[in-house]
C-alpha cells in the first residue's frame, strides 16, 4: 500500500458514515447514495457492500422512500401521479417500485387535491383578466402533472364557484 491510501476496510467504515451523516439529514434513494458516494471517490465495490448492508437493516429502503415522496409530494403540494412519477425517476427510484408506491393515490383523491389547488390559483389571481386566470391557473396545474384536460376542468369549476361566468370556456377536447 502507498502512502496516502487507505485500506479497503477503512474506506468501508469511511464510507459508512457518510451514509449515516447523509441518511441523517434525509432520507435518500440507493441511487441518489450511490451517486453521492462516487462524488466522494469511493470504489464501486465498497459503495454495494455499504449499501447492501445498509439495505439488509432497512436503512436504505427505495419501496419505503417512494411510498413516503407520493404521499408528501400529494398531500403537501398537491402533486398529480405524473408530477410525483417524474420525481421518482429523478430520484432513481426503478418504475416497478415507483408504479407499486403510485398505486397508494386514489384517482378521487387526486381529483379533490387538484380542485382544492385550482381553488387556491384561481382566488389568487382574482381581479385580472379571466383569460389571464385561466392561463396561470391552467399552467400551474400542469407543471404539478395534472393532465391538460383536467387542469382545465379544474378551473373552469373554479372560477364557477366564484360567480365568474365560465360557458364561453370553451376546451379543444369538448
Same mark, same amino acid.
Not at 131 to 152: D, E
Given at each position: ?29 440507493? /441511487? ?6 462516487? /462524488? ?49 425517476? /429523478? ?41 389571464? /386566470? ?41
Amino acid at each position: 500500500m502507498e502512502a496516502g491510501e487507505i485500506s479497503r476496510d477503512d474506506a468501508v467504515e469511511k464510507a459508512r458514515e457518510v451514509v449515516l451523516r447523509i441518511l441523517t439529514a434525509a432520507q435518500k434513494s440507493r /441511487r441518489e447514495l450511490e451517486q453521492s458516494l462516487a /462524488r466522494k471517490g469511493y470504489p464501486e465495490d465498497v459503495v454495494v457492500q455499504v449499501l447492501d448492508r445498509f439495505g439488509e437493516v432497512g436503512l436504505v429502503d427505495d419501496a419505503t422512500y417512494a411510498e413516503t415522496i407520493v404521499r408528501t409530494r400529494h398531500a403537501e403540494r398537491g402533486l398529480a401521479r405524473r408530477g410525483i412519477a417524474a420525481e421518482l425517476r /429523478r430520484r432513481g427510484i426503478d418504475e416497478d417500485t415507483a408504479v407499486g408506491a403510485l398505486d397508494q393515490l386514489d384517482p378521487d383523491d387526486e381529483r379533490a387535491a387538484g380542485a382544492r389547488l385550482a381553488a387556491k390559483l384561481v382566488t389568487r389571481t382574482r381581479g385580472l383578466d379571466r383569460q389571464v /386566470r385561466v392561463r396561470r391557473a391552467v399552467g400551474s396545474l400542469a407543471r404539478k402533472g395534472y393532465p391538460p384536460g383536467l387542469a382545465f376542468e379544474l378551473v373552469r369549476d373554479a372560477l364557477a364557484a366564484e360567480g365568474e361566468e365560465t360557458d364561453d370556456l370553451g376546451y379543444a377536447e369538448d
